[in-house]
């Protein structure tokens, strides 16, 4: 076979497990040595299992039953995305021939949003710990950090956002004698000094000493991790590919290696290999938005286009109050000239809680660009042109207040002051921020009925007005219906938590901190309310 064309293949036993990835010669090589049986099955990515027996015949024949199956599975995917039920909310987009602007192309008119500022990858989740809820599970690979009480405090203040003071504790450790926990230490030092870019010289090396010495697989395998990581965030080299090759060779089932490596690929623009480590990625974790993010951006670029828009798609789906991905969702459809479904996307991107992302970062040791709100300020601006006068000013207004801005504020009142119910929802929430509680009768007067129309957050604002002033049962009852309404919502669930707990409720504001830790492992209030009772 053409090694061109040599594609990255997975077994599963007969047990169910998943082994890989290979390519061919080592598949054929495991099979002469009896290492996985000819009745195991095997499939290249993006492709279904077959037996390995096809092994036993020549490449050419191999080659052809692989092509064939992938015509069923491209013919499978048009009959379930046709038969898919579609959201109201998202619906699906008019896909016309391949002819538009690029991704790339479209960022460069609107703002480097993508492919922009570095870093941080959110430094705070490596607590993520296997989570069952419903179909869902969430499932996040740790640093070894066995037997060490003093780590245990170091990964908890991470978790809760308490970076600045890690260090500081990881940096007065270091300078002792002899630290009993060397080297295990040195990961999250190091980690901390990347994700903030800070000294990143003595991060590398601190890692590469490291490396240089004899130590367990448990230790080298993040250490290449966070090397890779701090390779790719600096735009370096090969952007960290070896280093997650060695991670991988360390320890074959690292989520997170297998997704930078992914990254790493598609900033080299080989699209083929960054789908397939994408799609490893997703076999550990196969909930996880960034997964799926990215793996739209591959497939944009690979021209499959149905295929980016499910993985788009997916991604809002599995985090509804996660902006960046409606943001590359909307990016995506302008690409395809598809300005109708680029605008819908971000309605309901900007009826969504806007703090969710700051308070819940991406997973530890996932590399993902610094969110930047001027950019997405610039998408918006750019795609909802020609939208209706109050969208262009709530949404900007909302975008700025990302960044502590406020320039649409005077606008925002004027449409409020006309009836415009978004906008009375959009101040009578600063209001509540502000402490600033003279006008909550008036609005609320006015905010009555049904608010379905602007999402669960709308329900959760009016809930925390009434409570203010004192209205329990109006506040039990909109908290109870924005449950109802989205069972899984951070923002609701923590509001009624503040609620329940200033009425002398404990335990029951403890099961709802239960509740968001369960659907949102890494939401920093949580974490911090759960251990701190």
């Known amino acids: 076979m053409n090694p061109k064309h040599n594609r990255l293949w997975l077994v599963r036993t007969r047990s169910g497990e998943i082994l890989g990835p290979f390519d061919q010669a080592e598949l054929k090589d495991h099979l002469d040595r009896d ?109 070894n950090r066995a037997g060490s009480e003093f780590l245990a405090t170091i990964y908890s203040l991470i978790n809760r956002g308490e970076t600045t003071i890690a260090l500081n504790i990881l940096t007065k450790h270091h300078s002792d004698a002899k630290p009993t926990d060397y080297p295990a230490y040195i990961i999250p030092m190091a980690a901390v000094l990347i994700t903030h870019s800070q000294n990143l010289g003595l991060a590398k090396k601190l890692l590469t000493q490291v490396l240089s010495e004899d130590h367990p697989a448990t230790i080298k395998a993040p250490v290449h991790r966070w090397l890779g990581f701090l390779m790719l965030s600096q735009g370096e080299g090969d952007m960290g590919e070896n280093h997650f090759l060695e991670a991988l060779q360390l320890d074959p089932k690292d989520a997170a290696a297998r997704f930078n490596l992914g990254r790493a690929y598609l900033k080299q623009e080989r699209f083929i290999q960054s789908l397939d480590y994408l799609q490893l990625a997703e076999l550990e974790l196969p909930d996880l938005w960034i997964v799926h993010i990215y793996k739209g951006r591959a497939r944009s670029e690979l021209g499959h286009y149905q295929q980016a828009e499910q993985s788009f798609r997916k991604a809002v789906e599995l985090d509804p109050d996660r902006w960046v991905s409606y943001i590359y969702y909307a990016l995506f459809a302008a690409s395809r000239q598809d300005t109708a479904l680029a605008q819908t996307i971000l309605r309901q991107m900007i009826l969504r809680d806007p703090s969710y992302e700051q308070l819940s970062p991406p997973p530890w040791g996932f590399f993902h660009e610094k969110t930047n709100p001027l950019e997405y300020l610039s998408v918006y601006t750019h795609l909802m042109n020609g939208a209706s006068h109050p969208e262009r000013i709530l949404g900007r207004h909302l975008i700025q207040g990302l960044s502590g801005g406020g320039a649409e504020s005077k606008g925002v009142r004027e449409l409020a002051s006309h009836g415009n119910r978004f906008a009375q929802l959009v101040l009578l929430r600063e209001d509540l921020a502000s402490g600033s509680l003279k006008d909550l009768t008036s609005t609320l007067e006015v905010l009555h009925g049904d608010l379905r129309d602007f999402g669960t957050l709308a329900y959760v604002t009016r809930a925390q007005a009434q409570a203010s002033l004192g209205r329990k049962n109006d506040a039990e009852n909109d908290f109870k219906f924005a449950l109802t309404l989205e069972p899984s919502s951070a923002i609701a669930h923590w509001a009624y938590a503040e609620y329940l707990s200033q009425n002398g409720r404990k335990p029951e504001a403890e099961s709802q901190i239960q509740q968001i830790l369960n659907f949102h492992p890494n939401y920093i209030p949580a974490l911090v309310a759960a251990t701190n009772p």
């Open 35 to 143: 290492l996985f049986d000819p009745m195991d099955e095997i499939a290249p990515s993006n492709a279904p299992w077959m037996k390995a027996d096809v092994l036993l015949t020549t490449d050419e024949e191999v080659t052809r039953t692989s092509t064939r199956n992938q015509t069923v599975t491209q013919t499978t995917q048009t009959i379930d995305t046709a038969m898919a039920h579609v959201r109201p909310s998202l619906p699906e987009p008019k896909l016309v021939p391949p002819t538009p602007m690029s991704i790339q192309t479209l960022q460069s008119k609107v703002a480097p949003f993508i492919m922009g500022s570095l870093l941080i990858l959110g430094i705070w989740s490596l607590i993520m710990q296997s989570h069952n809820v419903g179909s869902r599970e969430r499932r996040i690979r740790s640093e």
